[in-house]
Structures are given as structure tokens and as C-alpha cells.
Nanobody, 112 residues
């Protein structure tokens, strides 16, 4: 059984920064793509960023240049550095591990 544990969410003012972490544990035989999605109230879950085991990245257009995804394969951990945060980015951020694993979510609130 695979578990994903997120940390690092919280309250920040617009323009501020937060760093999210997600540690994977359990029966992990190979580390595939990991990443982050978010879901704002009343909206669908959307992709934020993905990173392959080789380090290739993919970002939503709305976060390019402000967010950076990285990973530590030895620790089975993925990170999301979020800078210049905007109030509309208030959401629950979910860690994702390919193919079907999700974390419990961590709340990010950006005040104006």
C-alpha cells in the first residue's frame, strides 16, 4: 500500500511564498511521475506541475516562472516551491504519484 503525506501548506499574503513537500512510502517498486494538482472551491481539480523520475518537468501555464517542482528520489519526496502567490491560487493542493495515488491534500490560502 502506498501512502503520500503532504506538508507545508498554510496562510500567506499575496506575493508571498510557500514550499510544499510530499513523501511517498509503502510498496513502491519504481518511482514514476510525481506532481501536484490543486482544487479550489467549486472548481475541478487541475494540474499544477509534474516531474518524471528523470527530472523532466511540466507546468500549468498559469504557474510557469513562479513555481518550481523538484524531487529527491532517494527520499521518495517531491517538492513544490511557490513564489509570487496570488489570491486566486487559494486551493487544496494534492500530491500525485503515477499511476493512481493521491495524498490527502494540504490547504493553501493566499490573502489579498
Amino acid at each position: 500500500q502506498v501512502q503520500l503525506v503532504e506538508s507545508g501548506g498554510g496562510l500567506v499574503q499575496a506575493g508571498g511564498s510557500l514550499r510544499l513537500s510530499c513523501a511517498a512510502s509503502g510498496r513502491i517498486f519504481s518511482i514514476n511521475t510525481m506532481g501536484w494538482y490543486r482544487q479550489a472551491p467549486g472548481k475541478q481539480r487541475e494540474l499544477v506541475a509534474l516531474i518524471s523520475s528523470a527530472g523532466s518537468t511540466n507546468y500549468a501555464d498559469s504557474v510557469k516562472g513562479r513555481f518550481t517542482i523538484s524531487r529527491d528520489n532517494a527520499k521518495n519526496t517531491v517538492y513544490l516551491q511557490m513564489n509570487s502567490l496570488k489570491p486566486e491560487e487559494t486551493a487544496v493542493y494534492y500530491c500525485y504519484l503515477d499511476p493512481t495515488y493521491w495524498g490527502q491534500g494540504t490547504q493553501v490560502t493566499v490573502s489579498s
